[in-house]
């Protein structure tokens, strides 16, 4: 390289300078700094390309996706086969599959994508996987240990002018995961010991990735395998109610949202949604706690303002102990709960809810048109300090009662002023069943990768006729138990239940009888004939009678222990105006003769029916 100039500076001579330089070791130089300056840049495009998403076998893709062409002509990524459910591998080679495929040409003979491979010992990528060190193969046709893997293929590879190897293990936090290959076609150079340098922190960052895709991809999983046990596997069917329900986890982590239908004493039904804020284990967690509180307190049979109060106070105490003794949080709060609980009674019609900043439900009236009922606005679970109020509706027959959660209807695309309309639409048609309507409100409202998790729960009302239902005023006297035995064995006789009347006479002669003596008027006696016969001794005392067992000297307290023994159920409810006993017998067919059980009772006891 020659370099010349002038020089004729003022009052000397005129002149040239020349400049001779040996340019070879200047283009070496040159050459070496843009294959450093290619190396960085790949390396560059490897941190920012790779590990974009927590799946397995999309950043097994980003990885192939990013060293072609610029680092190899084809690269294979095989991981072993637990690695994509999230699991530990189990060191083994003879269970790997082909996770990602990428190169310059769609027609090579590598193995396809999703092929499962067992690696012989004598392949590189066998020994690769077990001792975790990078090989180079630079000539294929020479590599007698990898061809025999798989002779015909491997011919073919050869023949098609794949002519060298680099296999790297992917190996993060002591964990080999699987092995990247990189194919040489076009150069005709092998690859070198730099090229090997390379590989190695190219995969290096990319296990990571692959691995951090893989303990989220097993978090994940036993949160959906956690909530899914923790949410109703099949809804019980209830005469009052035609259920349907939805429940989609969020595309980025399991949830806290659930639904349950319980059904109560004389024939009515609870419904109930709720919705955990937060995603992931605790949530789901969280959400089974709730879940498990709400049916014991349904149970009580308690007013929905009063569950809800209950419901309350239990966030609050575990909240208390999650904070720790030193008042400083050692863990998440359950704070930001809500739910909604309804009971619908299918005789009188009426629904009774409640909420704890939970989204209004919506009412499908039977003609079609729909509104979101104003209930009072409760605070979520776990504030305390505010009560929380009931709203009672009359509800016709066929009204679809649509519960969810607010992952129906906010999305950070749209106003929540839109989605609630795009509800109403998608639920003005009186046509559908509730199984259409759930499905056509999910294709309505929701987008294709959801952000939150949604639970849905829609019952349409059945009525209970007034030819299922019998009752009778009783005056507190002794004497009017033997006229409400006879009728309700007429009763039961218009029904067809004639073999349930011995035992029936037993349970309303104890229930009549401490109605009485210990209670207070009015005295009503009710029976519903619905999935099963229910017998209601209603009067205005709230002192509730308990189940005792007497002793074989003792004259009395037998009783509501006959009352248990005959039927299926039996409790207490309390009303405004006192309370009920009831108690549930099943009909003719579905277990025990009833007769035969009194009648055995009787011989037990050594006493006569009253």
């Given at each position: 390289?020659?370099?010349?100039?002038?020089?004729?500076?003022?009052?000397?001579?005129?002149?040239?300078v020349?400049?001779?330089?040996d340019?070879?070791?200047?283009?070496?130089?040159?050459?070496?700094?843009?294959?450093?300056?290619?190396?960085?840049?790949?390396?560059?495009?490897?941190?920012?390309?790779?590990?974009?998403?927590?799946?397995?076998a999309?950043?097994?893709e980003?990885?192939?996706?990013?060293a072609?062409?610029?680092?190899?002509?084809?690269?294979?990524?095989?991981?072993?086969?637990?690695?994509?459910?999230?699991?530990?591998?189990?060191?083994?080679?003879?269970?790997?599959r082909?996770?990602?495929?990428?190169?310059?040409r769609?027609?090579?003979?590598?193995?396809?994508?999703?092929?499962?491979?067992a690696?012989?010992?004598?392949?590189?990528q066998?020994?690769?996987?077990?001792?975790?060190?990078?090989?180079?193969?630079?000539?294929?046709?020479?590599?007698?240990?990898?061809?025999?893997?798989?002779?015909?293929?491997?011919?073919?590879?050869?023949?098609?002018?794949?002519?060298?190897?680099?296999?790297v293990?992917?190996?993060?936090?002591?964990?080999?995961?699987?092995?990247?290959?990189?194919?040489?076609?076009?150069?005709?150079?092998?690859?070198e010991?730099?090229?090997?340098?390379?590989?190695?922190?190219?995969?290096?960052?990319?296990?990571?990735?692959?691995?951090?895709?893989?303990?989220?991809?097993?978090?994940?999983?036993?949160?959906?395998?956690l909530?899914?046990?923790?949410?109703?596997?099949?809804?019980?069917?209830?005469?009052?109610?035609?259920?349907?329900?939805?429940?989609l986890?969020?595309?980025?982590?399991?949830?806290?949202?659930?639904?349950?239908?319980?059904?109560?004493?004389?024939?009515?039904?609870?419904?109930?949604?709720?919705?955990?804020?937060?995603?992931?284990?605790h949530?789901a967690?969280?959400?089974?706690?709730?879940?498990?509180?709400?049916?014991?307190?349904s149970?009580?049979?308690?007013?929905?303002d009063?569950?809800?109060?209950h419901?309350?106070?239990?966030?609050?105490?575990?909240?208390?102990?999650?904070?720790?003794?030193?008042?400083?949080?050692?863990?998440?709060?359950?704070?930001?709960?809500?739910?909604?609980?309804?009971?619908?009674?299918?005789?009188?019609?009426r629904?009774?809810?409640?909420?704890?900043?939970?989204?209004?439900?919506?009412?499908?009236?039977?003609?079609?048109?729909?509104?979101f009922?104003?209930?009072?606005?409760?605070?979520?679970?776990?504030?305390?300090?505010?009560?929380?109020e009931?709203?009672?509706?009359?509800?016709?027959?066929g009204?679809?009662?649509?519960f969810?959660?607010?992952?129906?209807?906010?999305?950070?695309?749209?106003?929540?002023?839109?989605?609630?309309?795009?509800?109403?639409?998608?639920?003005?048609?009186?046509?559908?069943?509730?199984?259409?309507?759930?499905k056509?409100?999910?294709?309505?409202?929701?987008?294709?990768?959801?952000?939150?998790?949604?639970?849905?729960?829609?019952?349409?009302?059945?009525?209970?006729g007034?030819?299922?239902?019998?009752?009778?005023?009783?005056?507190?006297?002794?004497?009017?138990?033997?006229?409400?035995?006879?009728?309700?064995?007429?009763?039961?006789?218009?029904?067809?239940?004639?073999?349930?009347?011995?035992?029936?006479e037993?349970?309303?002669?104890?229930?009549?009888?401490?109605?009485?003596?210990?209670g207070?008027?009015?005295?009503?006696?009710?029976?519903?004939?619905?999935?099963?016969?229910?017998c209601?001794?209603?009067?205005?005392?709230s002192?509730?009678?308990?189940?005792?067992?007497?002793?074989?000297?003792?004259?009395?307290?037998?009783?509501?222990?006959?009352?248990?023994?005959?039927?299926?159920?039996?409790?207490t409810?309390?009303?405004?105006?006192?309370?009920?006993?009831?108690?549930?017998?099943p009909?003719?067919g579905?277990?025990?003769?009833?007769?035969a059980?009194?009648?055995?009772?009787?011989?037990?006891?050594?006493?006569?029916?009253?």
């Open positions: 390289m020659v370099n010349q100039r002038s020089t004729d500076g003022p009052g000397g001579p005129l002149g040239t020349a400049t001779i330089r340019s070879t070791e200047l283009q070496a130089l040159t050459g070496r700094a843009e294959v450093a300056r290619k190396r960085l840049q790949l390396l560059y495009d490897a941190g920012v390309g790779i590990g974009t998403t927590l799946d397995v999309r950043t097994a980003e990885l192939a996706e990013v072609v062409p610029s680092f190899a002509d084809y690269v294979t990524v095989d991981l072993a086969d637990p690695v994509l459910n999230g699991e530990e591998p189990n060191g083994s080679a003879s269970d790997m082909r996770t990602a495929v990428s190169g310059i769609d027609d090579h003979p590598l193995y396809e994508r999703g092929r499962l491979i690696f012989l010992p004598s392949t590189p066998a020994r690769g996987l077990g001792t975790g060190r990078a090989e180079v193969v630079p000539d294929l046709s020479r590599a007698l240990g990898w061809r025999a893997q798989d002779p015909e293929r491997t011919k073919a590879i050869v023949e098609y002018g794949i002519h060298s190897l680099i296999t293990p992917l190996q993060a936090r002591g964990t080999v995961l699987g092995v990247a290959n990189f194919w040489r076609s076009e150069k005709p150079g092998p690859f010991e730099e090229d090997l340098s390379l590989a190695e922190e190219l995969v290096a960052r990319a296990a990571v990735s692959v691995d951090n895709a893989r303990r989220y991809t097993r978090e994940h999983a036993l949160a959906v395998t909530q899914r046990s923790l949410l109703p596997r099949a809804l019980p069917e209830h005469s009052a109610v035609e259920v349907a329900h939805r429940y986890p969020a595309q980025s982590g399991v949830g806290g949202d659930w639904f349950d239908v319980i059904p109560l004493p004389g024939s009515r039904v609870a419904l109930v949604v709720g919705d955990v804020v937060g995603h992931g284990l949530a967690a969280t959400m089974g706690r709730l879940r498990t509180a709400v049916h014991n307190f149970t009580l049979d308690l007013p929905p009063e569950l809800l109060g419901l309350d106070d239990l966030v609050g105490r575990i909240d208390q102990d999650e904070m720790g003794l030193g008042g400083s949080p050692d863990g998440p709060a359950m704070t930001g709960a809500t739910c909604i609980y309804a009971i619908y009674d299918p005789v009188s019609r629904c009774t809810m409640a909420r704890a900043g939970h989204p209004l439900p919506a009412l499908v009236r039977p003609d079609g048109t729909v509104e009922p104003e209930l009072p606005a409760g605070p979520p679970l776990g504030l305390g300090g505010m009560p929380f009931s709203a009672e509706l009359e509800i016709a027959e009204t679809e009662l649509v969810y959660t607010d992952g129906l209807i906010e999305d950070r695309s749209r106003d929540i002023d839109v989605g609630i309309e795009l509800l109403r639409r998608a639920l003005a048609h009186a046509d559908r069943t509730p199984e259409q309507t759930c056509a409100v999910l294709d309505a409202l929701l987008p294709a990768r959801p952000k939150d998790d949604v639970a849905l729960l829609i019952a349409r009302t059945r009525a209970l007034a030819d299922r239902v019998a009752e009778w005023d009783v005056p507190s006297d002794p004497s009017a138990v033997a006229g409400m035995r006879a009728a309700a064995v007429a009763k039961l006789t218009d029904w067809g239940l004639t073999e349930l009347a011995f035992s029936t037993l349970i309303l002669s104890e229930l009549l009888t401490n109605a009485i003596r210990y207070t008027q009015p005295i009503r006696v009710r029976m519903l004939y619905d999935e099963g016969l229910t209601e001794v209603a009067d205005g005392s002192t509730s009678p308990h189940l005792r067992y007497a002793a074989t000297t003792d004259e009395g307290g037998r009783g509501l222990f006959l009352v248990a023994q005959l039927s299926e159920r039996w409790g409810r309390y009303t405004a105006d006192g309370k009920i006993i009831w108690a549930e017998q009909l003719p579905t277990t025990s003769d009833p007769d059980d009194g009648e055995a009772l009787l011989r037990l006891f050594d006493t006569e029916p009253l």
